[in-house]
Every structure is written in C-alpha cells, then in structure tokens.
C-alpha cells in the first residue's frame, strides 16, 4: 500500500479492551498517531525494542481514506473510504503509561504491520470482525458492532480536526484479549472476507 501522510489510531474503542487496561471508554474519540515509518508488510518481522520488556499486540480493523476529507458528516463518510485493511497496533505497553503520551511506546519501527487493502465495495462493512491469533492461537475477537464509536462516527470527529488526505490511515481500535509477544512467535491479524496479515517476531 502507499505510505500515508499519517496514521491516526483510536484508543479505548471497545469496552472490553478499556477495561482488562483499567480505563474508562472515553466519552469522545481519543486520538493519537503512529508515524508511517512504523509501516511494515505481511511477512516482515515485528522487532521487539531493546528498550520494552513488554511489547503487546493489538489486532485492528484498518480504513484507508480514498479522498481528500474535511468537515465530513458521518451519513456521507463511507463515501471517503476507499477500503479496510488488517492492521496490528504493536504497543510497547511498559513504555506506555510512564510515558503519559503513546508517541515512544507506539512509534517504533515495525510496530504497525499493515496488510493488503481491500476495497470497500468489496467489504461487508456492517458485518465487519477482527481476530488476532499468536501462534495459531485466538487472542482477539471483536466485531464493528462493539465499537463504542462507529467507523462513520471516527471519520466525521477526525475529519473535523483535522485533514485527510487519499492513503490515510485510521485504526480503528482493538478489542480485549491483548499479550506479550516474544521472539519466535507469529502474529496472525484476520479481517474475514478481507485477508489475514502474518507477521513474525523476532529481537532486536
């Protein structure tokens, strides 16, 4: 896929997931980034950081935006989307709350593996479901129906704070059941009708 001029990611978008963290769902979107350098592909290694002893996935409904987006009203926000993609938030969680902000323990290299866009006319986009697997195993499951924001919803917030610009990228948020990850692990990230991204662990 082409590299975005950014990722913007939602935090806390399924109440099971804000809860096994200790957090309340926010009564607005909480946004933050990961820099298009964290970018990797399906087959390339996730890197676990000298600086982490505890690096978590977190398996994600990813929506790339096909058109330039502002302003826009959630009734028309499909109509910006160009498709979904499987996408895996990798989350240095020890970093993450000492830190206060996301951008070190979100941002390092390899932490966003990204796989094939789909395009939404292709998508069943209300019967959508992520599942996230460690070594065969199923760790996460959530459907876009238990999202505390709705996609449309996420599209109108963020685009009225901000521009969209064609090859965006929003996660969308992961439901509960996040781990550790350790080298020799594969990461399966599924998006059913939309593909699966694999990603293999390895350290630094």
Known sequence: MTRPSKIVCVGRNYLEHARELGNDVPERPLLFFKPPSAI???????VLPAASRQV???GEIGVVIGRRAKNVAAADAWGYVQGVVPLNDVTARDL???????????????FCPTGTVVPLERVDRNGLEVICRVNGEVRQHGRVGDMAFSIPTLIEYIS????????DLI???????VSPLNPGDVVEVEIPGVGILRNPVQAS
Do not use: N, S
Request: proline residues 8%; aromatic residues 4%.
């Open 40 to 46: 990797i592909a399906d087959g390339e290694a996730i």
């Open 56 to 58: 978590e996935h977190e």
């Open 96 to 110: 993450q709350k000492p830190d206060g902000q996301w951008a070190r323990a979100k941002g390092f290299d390899t």
């Open 160 to 167: 009225g704070v901000m521009t969209l610009e064609p090859g």
């Open 171 to 177: 996660a969308t948020g992961t439901p509960a059941g």
